[in-house]
């Protein structure tokens, strides 16, 4: 019985990471955008003293991925810059902690997140990606019957509100 070669051990050769990735994938994209992105606001958050930072592009583009993959935790996304190879490329070989994402997303995202995907959705319609010109938000609400006790007692709003 034959089998397929493996090795371990054995070098790799292309060794850039981005020659491992689909020429198609969506990862070449955020990338272009966070490359072009107006990141003055956030590079304001940052002090010179101290130790130095990861940069604020890498990490937005880590962050941003992990949001496009389904990974929100900082968590998922550190162990991912541990092991998969697009988040390894995005980050440029840097691996970042849980903590460092977390304190990230926590102390300068926050500040910037509106602006961040704002700009994010005018690159993606000036490139072609999006097509902003018809969409809608739909806020209709209709009351669901599924439960059999969709009507509440006068008895029970009083006792409750008595506790909150």
Not at 16 to 39: C, P, S, Y
Not at 54 to 64: A, C, D, G, R, V
Not at 82 to 110: E, Y
Not at 111 to 138: C, H, Q, R, S, T
Request: one cysteine or more; aromatic letters at 12%; hydrophobic letters at 40%.
């Amino acid at each position: 019985m034959g089998f397929k070669y493996y090795e371990q051990n054995q070098l790799m050769i292309p060794m850039e990471w981005k020659t491992l990735i689909d020429k198609n994938d969506v990862v070449f994209v955020l990338n272009d955008l966070i490359d072009n992105m107006n990141i003055d606001k956030l590079l304001e958050t940052y002090s010179p003293l101290g130790n130095s930072s990861y940069s604020p592009k890498m990490m937005l583009k880590i962050l941003m991925y992990g949001y496009i993959r389904k990974r929100y935790s900082s968590r998922q996304i550190a162990e991912a810059v541990q092991c998969d190879i697009k988040f390894i490329w995005l980050a440029g070989g840097n691996k970042p902690t849980r903590n460092v994402i977390n304190s990230f997303r926590k102390d300068k995202m926050k500040i910037i997140m509106e602006d961040v995907f704002v700009e994010l959705l005018v690159l993606l319609e000036k490139k072609g990606y999006i097509n902003a010109e018809e969409y809608f938000v739909d806020g209709t609400k209709i009351e669901a019957n599924a439960n059999k006790y969709t009507f509440v007692w006068k008895k029970a709003i009083e006792k409750y509100r008595a506790k909150l």
